[in-house]
């Protein structure tokens, strides 16, 4: 028999998913391989009809208070139905530090605890991200990322891709990709950047997707052949972001430095797919984020963070296309046969079975009385 | 109540369009019919069905065996309004979805009486005409016709005008017969018919019995009712928001017609500004004439003060004291007799040519300055701008710009500005901030002279580590080849600018070099051996911009004289490099430095030249390195911070931000030595000693940076205990039980730790009750901890199961969370945070002692307390042994005030609490006024914890030295502790002594009571005075000995912020957790 989920997603105040939601839920238990399993339904608050499941996505919504989720648990406990969380970014150590911006504040830290806490369980993207939830909830399990080949033309990329290798070493595009977020791990690597494009700014420029601030990304590179690419505003929403990637990008090798840190060594490679599957070979920062991952050499490079190294790998990538031809074919062979929805998909059913089944014993010794959730907590 | 179910109430159901009052009532309505079963529901007065429709819906849900009567005439009555066939029409329409179990009866409620047998309605819903004599005749007339388990709803009783009287028959009603109400949505009164009633509805009667249920079940029904009228208000607003926006679009060709007309108006405007502009501009330029000759007369007196400043400062001081306003004119006239003299010997040097157009810019913004300092005060002082402008108008017509100078400079004298500055509001610092991203331009100067590695290492971080605007200036000393070609290749690749010196010419010409190339607002002068971490220059810049005052910011360091930390000196007396542990990288050291600091900024009479960011306004002013002297290299820097601080200038330590210095010396120490002397000796000779030494002394003995010392020195053990907390106690729930309306000692020690453990990821929640909830918010604005509002303490049963442990902190809270847990399925762990030996705040044997005595041993709990000698107390007087969680307080918010204290007046400070007389208020007023008696030239006193019109303060009011500030938040009080140099806390006893604790940690010398838990903080002679508090002249002694002896306060200042922070919050939060949460501390307080 299907199992009714809904996921509420985490969403800003447009009421949009965001694209980890996409990622990580929506696609994945909306994928046909699943559909004998799973009857998806998705919102930004419960459905007026019978579910059995609900599926809690990080903070649910920007503006939630720990009051809003006192009672969304206190109506899921009145409902009897279960819920799981799912997270997908180590929220608890981001901008700890003193002086970093306000997000997540204490109230959503609180707010994510309690969620992970009172969950049936938690499901989580990597094992780092695992073994720093676990303390809250130990029902927790590790689905990875994997990318929905629907959302691919795999023969204009294999088109395209054998044209771009017509042109050689004369003119080539790098590129980035990462929201503004990730300016520290770009400005880790800014040094080897400057040196790479002013020795060839002939021949090499960078296109950079997510950091929106032209001004800043300027102030960054002064002269050197660096551009920012906008995504149309109608293009934002994953999917569609997906299939403009395919149309308007294309690079010849891209990047992917990170900074080590609690929060940072919690994500997944998700870069390493997306880049993957479009063809386009990468370097990599050595992480626990793409060591398992990237094979170096074999299908993409990893590099420590040290500015020679940077520079090298820079200069390999760029002076050798055959070289990036077999890594960007390794890498995009390895994704489409082993991390794509079309063999994956199925382990979000299995973790969800699993969730279910260690607690269904301990479900019927539940207090679910009316009274179990305080109404009244503010912040 | 957990045998209700009321999950029927949250079923949707499809509700009319028009507007009704019932629809608040619909999620009880439809969760009594399911509950009630009704096999005959009659609804008296249906209008458009709200109601009606809505119990059809539950019968049709519930599938229950019903039929349905709606009795109308539908015409309407004199409160509902007459209305026409449409409506009986449309109800019609409806009802055909339910016609298998529902009629219609279009008769008078008096007709339709007699369709029904006697004794066959389970449900009835008298909504008809509502005046009394109705409501009462179609109740009576129904009556009959009711079963021994029917239940009768009456709505509109909480409407008591138009001559509605539902509520007065309610009255009637509810004193004869069982019956519940809620007073939302024009109120409904629920009626119990016989004694047959069903399970549900005896149970909901007998929930209804406690005070807790009916509370619950009122809010639970109001809430809901509240959220489907919201939504029906948001639907309609929504169609409102339709129509506005398509009414809108028909008006908007004739804005457009307006918005042109007024383009053409602003087009007129802009042409009469651009006039008036022009005119202004003029005026500006005539302005600038007489500032150009005030300012001559300002560059002439600093040029004199600076020739002899410490005589002069004497003697202004004590022509001050004696001279009349006549003679002062007289001597300043003279003065400038002097100056003029002095002056043209000095025009005639060569030098002074030269340097002319720099003096004449220098004079212009000093000039500027100090208009922009007095501006302000003189315009209060003259009772506004225009009034002001007014004065200077008569003031040039009458006595010309020499009077006016005469007038600006006798002003400035006069100390109103000082008063102005010394007695500012108590500010409030936030605790949270963000750095922000600086949007000045900034240009980052280092000096290389070989040593390639320590260079590639520095640049490397400036790039890694600075956001834009920003420019790296590098000045090439004569380096080898192999520094030559790196830097080279580095400024080609990286940008930014290279000065080459073929052969070295030493710093201080190297660093002048870079500057008269930059052009930043703010220039940063790094030496090239030095590493920066995430944000240093964002952090700097946001301490340069806190005063526009400050005109140099250093940044704290392993290795930077002064600005070193944990430690200034090592153990042979030389300067301390405070060598990093191999496994803590420069960017954790400068995450500590960031985590410890207060960012208060001090200001120090000297900033190491390691790294040093200097405003552009100031290097205008001041000029650069002095090659002439300094050519060779050291002294250069402490020279430029001598010639900034008299020209006013203030040096700040930016305590937030660490730089490493790794400290290649270019020469050997034999030579360095030589140099160091040298330049010491040249800087002598240049300044003279006593403006040097003043300097050394602000520097030597700040209190900030001693702060960020001590401080730093414990940051290991607070960040092992943090850890320790969130290996251990991460998501655990405790519930603190704080009953408090004002900020106080108490809460502010429990608010701190709280914090923390929420920092470290324990889901900590404050309970406390709605009514204290105003004043709670404003004692503790920026308070981001849970909270739990209860409407009174006996609500605390319906949470306490939810939490995994719950904390008293008062004897009387001990006894709520005890009713609480009685009525609690799961009990989860107690635990009492004794702050002091409450019993003793009564009479002993009264009824309150024995209660806060017996709150000790009320319930098996986990007790815990701050002092040794709180944890005696109450192991003397129950036998109970609390467990010891140390001294603390709020880490993170108390710190010595940026600037230091100066020798003058001493400003006491004390809380006067009459309502307390533990606190010894009398004794306090007692001291204070003899102090303001004996020492009146030398005491200032404030005072806080009482209203200014309390008789207790009226024996201090007619000292001018005297000022009270009232009731303080808990920031004010912050405040007040960086301007007290002496904190006098004349308590009986304090158990911890929370209140010199920040005053300790404030900078403030502090005289408290030997008796109690202070004297395990305080070391009597060694970071303050204790005495016993009952004795007036041992006290009176030892406040004579702090306000005659400064040295004394300041050895005595210093060892307290020393002392203070190890009694960081961490540390108590930690063993407050492991005290709740350990089963070995349970059975050892246990027994």
């Given at each position: 028999m299907k199992k009714r989920i809904h996921v509420m997603f985490e969403c800003g105040a447009d009421g949009m998913p965001y694209g980890a939601s996409h990622i990580r839920l929506l696609r994945p238990l909306s994928h046909p391989s699943v559909q004998d399993q799973v009857s998806l339904t998705f919102g930004t608050d419960l459905p007026e009809f019978a579910v059995d499941l609900v599926i809690l996505e990080r903070g649910w919504r920007h503006d939630h208070t720990l009051a809003d989720q006192a009672r969304l648990l206190k109506r899921l406990t009145l409902l009897g139905i279960p819920y799981i969380y799912e997270i997908d970014d180590n929220l608890l150590d981001l901008n700890v530090e003193p002086g970093a911006p306000d997000y997540p504040n204490s109230e959503q830290r609180q707010i994510i605890i309690r969620y992970a806490r009172n969950a049936a369980g938690i499901i989580v993207s990597t094992h780092a991200l695992k073994r720093r939830m676990a303390r809250l909830n130990p029902n927790i399990h590790v689905v990875g990322n994997h990318l929905d080949e629907r959302l691919f033309d795999f023969d204009y990329l294999q088109r395209r891709f054998q044209k771009r290798q017509e042109f050689g070493d004369s003119s080539l595009v790098i590129g980035y990709m990462g929201t503004y977020s990730h300016l520290g791990d770009l400005l880790m690597i800014v040094e080897p950047l400057r040196r790479f494009l002013y020795a060839r700014k002939d021949s090499i420029r960078m296109e950079i997707v997510g950091i929106g601030d032209e001004e800043l990304v300027r102030g960054l590179f002064n002269d050197l052949p660096v551009s920012v690419v906008k995504v149309p505003s109608g293009q934002v929403e994953y999917p569609r972001f997906m299939t403009w990637m395919q149309r308007e990008i294309e690079w010849d090798f891209a990047i992917a430095p990170l900074v080590a840190s609690e929060f940072n060594d919690c994500k997944s490679d998700l870069k390493f797919l997306d880049y993957s599957l479009n063809f386009i070979p990468g370097i990599y920062s050595a992480t626990e984020s793409y060591i398992e991952t990237v094979l170096n050499q074999r299908n993409g490079l990893l590099v420590p963070a040290e500015s020679r190294e940077w520079t090298d790998a820079l200069n390999l990538l760029a002076e050798d296309s055959a070289f990036r031809r077999t890594l960007s074919e390794e890498a995009f062979s390895y994704v489409r046969e082993s991390r794509t929805l079309e063999k994956n998909a199925v382990r979000w059913g299995e973790a969800i079975e699993t969730i279910l089944a260690k607690i269904s014993g301990s479900m019927a010794d539940k207090d679910h009385s009316l009274d179990q959730i305080s109404l009244t907590v503010t912040a | 109540m957990s045998e209700l179910d009321f999950s029927a109430a949250l079923e949707k159901i499809d509700i009319a369009p028009q507007p009704s009052a019932w629809i608040g009532h619909i999620p009880f309505g439809t969760w009594i019919v399911e509950v009630v079963k009704p096999r005959v529901l009659v609804e008296l007065g249906t209008h458009f069905g709200h109601s009606y429709f809505s119990f059809c819906q539950a019968v049709e849900r519930a599938r229950l065996d019903a039929k349905c009567y709606a009795v109308d005439l539908w015409q309407g009555d004199e409160h509902a309004g007459l209305y026409g066939e449409e409506v009986f029409s449309d109800v019609q329409s409806r009802n055909v979805q339910f016609e298998s179990f529902s009629r219609l009866l279009r008769m008078t409620f008096d007709d339709a009486v007699n369709y029904f047998s006697d004794g066959s309605i389970d449900l009835l819903h008298i909504d008809g005409l509502h005046t009394y004599e109705a409501v009462k005749h179609d109740f009576e007339s129904w009556k009959p016709k009711l079963t021994q388990r029917s239940v009768v709803l009456f709505h509109d009783i909480n409407v008591r005008e138009r001559g509605f009287g539902v509520w007065r028959l309610w009255e009637e009603l509810s004193g004869a017969y069982p019956t519940i109400e809620f007073m939302h949505s024009h109120g409904l009164g629920v009626l119990f018919y016989g004694p047959d009633q069903c399970p549900a509805t005896v149970s909901l009667l007998r929930s209804f019995g406690t005070e807790a249920g009916r509370s619950y079940i009122t809010r639970l029904f109001g809430g809901l009712g509240r959220s489907i009228e919201i939504d029906r208000k948001i639907v309609d607003l929504s169609k409102a928001l339709s129509e506005r926006v398509e009414a809108a679009a028909g008006t908007e060709e004739e804005l457009r017609h307006q918005v042109a007309a007024r383009d053409e108006r602003i087009g007129e405007l802009q042409a009469q500004h651009a006039e008036v502009a022009a005119r202004l501009k003029v005026k500006e330029a005539q302005l600038n004439v007489c500032e150009t000759r005030v300012s001559d007369m300002y560059g002439r007196l600093n040029h004199l003060e600076t020739l002899d400043e410490l005589r002069r400062a004497e003697q202004i001081k004590r022509e001050r004291e004696r001279a009349s306003s006549q003679l002062q004119l007289a001597q300043a006239l003279e003065r400038e007799a002097a100056l003029d003299a002095s002056l043209r010997e000095v025009w005639a040097s060569t030098s002074w040519k030269v340097?002319?157009?720099?003096?004449?810019?220098?004079?212009?913004?000093?000039?500027?300055?100090?208009?922009?300092?007095?501006?302000?005060?003189?315009?209060?002082?003259?009772?506004?701008?225009?009034?002001?402008?007014?004065?200077?108008?008569?003031?040039?017509?009458?006595?010309?710009?020499?009077?006016?100078?005469?007038?600006?400079?006798?002003?400035?004298?006069?100390?109103?500005?000082?008063?102005?500055?010394?007695?500012?509001?108590?500010?409030?610092?936030?605790?949270?901030?963000?750095?922000?991203?600086?949007?000045?331009?900034?240009?980052?100067?280092?000096?290389?002279?070989?040593?390639?590695?320590?260079?590639?290492?520095?640049?490397?971080?400036?790039?890694?580590?600075?956001?834009?605007?920003?420019?790296?200036?590098?000045?090439?000393?004569?380096?080898?080849?192999?520094?030559?070609?790196?830097?080279?290749?580095?400024?080609?690749?990286?940008?930014?600018?290279?000065?080459?010196?073929?052969?070295?010419?030493?710093?201080?010409?190297?660093?002048?070099?870079?500057?008269?190339?930059?052009?930043?607002?703010?220039?940063?002068?790094?030496?090239?051996?030095?590493?920066?971490?995430?944000?240093?220059?964002?952090?700097?810049?946001?301490?340069?911009?806190?005063?526009?005052?400050?005109?140099?910011?250093?940044?704290?360091?392993?290795?930077?004289?002064?600005?070193?930390?944990?430690?200034?000196?090592?153990?042979?007396?030389?300067?301390?490099?405070?060598?990093?542990?191999?496994?803590?990288?420069?960017?954790?050291?400068?995450?500590?430095?960031?985590?410890?600091?207060?960012?208060?900024?001090p200001r120090v009479g000297f900033l190491n030249g390691f790294c040093l960011l200097i405003r552009r306004e100031q290097l205008t002013d001041v000029g650069l390195f002095d090659e002439e002297t300094f050519g060779k290299g050291y002294g250069e820097e402490n020279d430029l911070c001598i010639r900034a601080f008299l020209k006013g200038w203030q040096l700040a330590v930016a305590d937030d931000v660490y730089v490493f210095h790794a400290q290649s010396k270019s020469y050997s120490t034999e030579r360095r030595m030589k140099l160091v002397k040298a330049a010491d000796e040249n800087l002598h000779r240049k300044h003279t000693s006593a403006?040097?030494?003043?300097?050394?002394?602000?520097?030597?003995?700040?209190?900030?940076?001693?702060?960020?010392?001590?401080?730093?020195?414990?940051?290991?053990?607070?960040?092992?205990?943090?850890?320790?907390?969130?290996?251990?106690?991460?998501?655990?729930?405790?519930?603190?039980?704080?009953?408090?309306?004002?900020?106080?000692?108490?809460?502010?020690?429990?608010?701190?730790?709280?914090?923390?453990?929420?920092?470290?990821?324990?889901?900590?929640?404050?309970?406390?009750?709605?009514?204290?909830?105003?004043?709670?918010?404003?004692?503790?604005?920026?308070?981001?901890?849970?909270?739990?509002?209860?409407?009174?303490?006996?609500?605390?049963?319906?949470?306490?199961?939810?939490?995994?442990?719950?904390?008293?902190?008062?004897?009387?809270?001990?006894?709520?969370?005890?009713?609480?847990?009685?009525?609690?399925?799961?009990?989860?762990?107690?635990?009492?945070?004794?702050?002091?030996?409450?019993?003793?705040?009564?009479?002993?044997?009264?009824?309150?002692?024995?209660?806060?005595?017996?709150?000790?041993?009320?319930?098996?709990?986990?007790?815990?307390?701050?002092?040794?000698?709180?944890?005696?107390?109450?192991?003397?007087?129950?036998?109970?042994?609390?467990?010891?969680?140390?001294?603390?307080?709020?880490?993170?918010?108390?710190?010595?005030?940026?600037?230091?204290?100066?020798?003058?007046?001493?400003?006491?400070?004390?809380?006067?609490?009459?309502?307390?007389?533990r606190r010894g208020p009398q004794m306090t007023v007692n001291i204070l006024r003899r102090l303001l008696t004996e020492r009146a030239d030398a005491v200032q006193v404030r005072t806080f914890g009482c209203v200014s019109t309390d008789p207790i303060l009226d024996s201090l009011k007619s000292f001018p030295g005297y000022r009270n500030y009232g009731e303080l938040s808990s920031a004010e009080v912050e405040a007040l502790m960086r301007r007290a140099d002496v904190f006098l806390d004349l308590s009986v006893y304090q158990a911890m002594g929370l209140s010199c604790l920040e005053a300790m940690a404030s900078g403030a010398t502090v005289i408290g009571p030997v008796n109690g838990g202070l004297s395990e903080i305080v070391i009597h002679e060694e970071s303050g005075l204790l005495v016993d508090t009952r004795d007036e002249e041992q006290i009176m002694r030892a406040c004579l000995r702090l306000v005659d002896d400064f040295d004394l306060r300041r050895r005595l200042g210093t060892a307290g912020v020393e002392r203070t922070s190890i009694y960081f919050p961490d540390r108590s939060a930690s063993a407050l957790a492991q005290t709740i949460f350990s089963d070995e501390t349970a059975s050892e307080v246990c027994q």
């Open positions: - | 340097t002319r157009p720099v003096r004449w810019a220098g004079a212009r913004l000093a000039n500027a300055r100090a208009v922009k300092r007095l501006f302000g005060p003189a315009s209060k002082a003259t009772g506004g701008r225009l009034r002001l402008m007014q004065t200077v108008g008569k003031v040039l017509a009458q006595e010309g710009i020499s009077g006016l100078k005469r007038r600006i400079v006798a002003f400035d004298q006069s100390g109103y500005v000082a008063h102005m500055q010394t007695e500012p509001a108590l500010e409030q610092r936030q605790t949270h901030y963000t750095v922000n991203r600086h949007s000045a331009t900034v240009d980052v100067i280092v000096c290389v002279h070989n040593a390639l590695s320590d260079v590639k290492n520095c640049l490397s971080s400036v790039v890694a580590h600075t956001l834009p605007p920003y420019r790296i200036i590098v000045v090439d000393d004569g380096s080898d080849e192999d520094t030559k070609n790196y830097l080279a290749e580095f400024v080609q690749e990286q940008g930014g600018v290279l000065v080459r010196h073929d052969i070295a010419k030493g710093y201080t010409l190297a660093a002048n070099a870079g500057m008269r190339v930059s052009n930043g607002e703010f220039v940063v002068l790094l030496n090239s051996d030095t590493v920066v971490s995430d944000q240093w220059l964002d952090r700097m810049v946001e301490c340069a911009a806190s005063d526009p005052r400050i005109g140099m910011v250093g940044p704290l360091s392993n290795t930077a004289s002064w600005q070193s930390v944990p430690r200034i000196f090592d153990e042979d007396g030389d300067w301390s490099s405070n060598p990093l542990p191999p496994e803590l990288t420069i960017s954790a050291m400068a995450r500590r430095v960031a985590m410890a600091s207060r960012r208060s900024y403006p040097i030494m003043s300097q050394l002394e602000i520097t030597r003995y700040n209190l900030g940076l001693t702060a960020a010392r001590s401080r730093m020195q414990v940051m290991d053990e607070r960040l092992r205990i943090r850890e320790q907390i969130r290996q251990r106690f991460e998501g655990k729930q405790i519930l603190i039980v704080l009953p408090i309306f004002h900020a106080g000692g108490g809460a502010n020690v429990i608010l701190s730790e709280a914090s923390v453990l929420q920092e470290c990821g324990v889901d900590v929640v404050i309970a406390n009750i709605e009514v204290a909830r105003a004043s709670f918010e404003t004692s503790y604005p920026n308070c981001r901890l849970a909270k739990l509002w209860l409407s009174d303490w006996n609500q605390l049963s319906e949470h306490a199961h939810l939490y995994d442990a719950i904390v008293a902190t008062l004897y009387l809270s001990v006894f709520w969370i005890k009713a609480a847990l009685e009525k609690c399925p799961h009990k989860p762990v107690v635990g009492y945070y004794i702050q002091d030996f409450e019993p003793d705040f009564f009479e002993e044997g009264s009824e309150s002692y024995r209660q806060a005595l017996a709150s000790y041993s009320e319930v098996p709990m986990k007790l815990m307390t701050k002092t040794r000698w709180n944890q005696r107390m109450v192991v003397e007087k129950t036998g109970k042994t609390p467990a010891l969680v140390g001294p603390s307080f709020d880490w993170s918010r108390f710190s010595p005030p940026a600037t230091q204290r100066s020798p003058g007046k001493v400003v006491v400070c004390a809380m006067v609490r009459p309502s307390t007389p």
